[in-house]
């Protein structure tokens, strides 16, 4: 059977539906990325414009407009759910190493400390 679509998103996908929270053309995309991970994941146009029609095909976002050859997106509903699914995923993740790494006192303090900043407000815990 095949796997279904979107059922877990790599980072760049991650990152894209992330920055799609607003409003965006392509460049403001690839920008929110960069900045949205720190630097750690960029993403070029060949990879980002692929991803854009795979969302689109997929109903995780929609064209808001178009200006010449600039478009504008935003997720959708069921985009923002598939979204928050991999968000929860990647906790439960970090929380099973946090558990397995119980000899690790680095790693148990790290994800100690995502978890306090997640419930403190400053972070968000869906």
């Known amino acids: 059977m ?25 460049v403001d995309i690839m920008e929110k990325v960069r900045g949205l991970s720190g630097g750690r994941v960029q993403v070029g146009p060949g990879t ?5 029609a795979k969302f689109q095909e997929g109903d995780m976002i929609e064209e808001t407009r178009q200006e010449g050859r600039k478009k504008w997106y935003r997720i959708t509903e069921k985009g923002n759910d598939s979204l928050k699914k991999e968000y929860r995923r990647i906790l439960a993740m970090a929380r099973d190493g946090a558990a397995g790494l119980e000899g690790d006192r680095d790693a148990v303090l790290e994800m100690e400390k995502l978890w306090d900043f997640g419930r403190s407000g400053n972070g968000v815990l869906l």
């Open 2 to 26: 095949p796997r279904e679509q979107f059922q877990s998103l790599t980072e760049p996908m991650y990152y894209i539906l992330m920055s799609l929270q607003d409003e965006c053309c392509g």
């Open 48 to 52: 980002l414009y692929a991803l854009l």
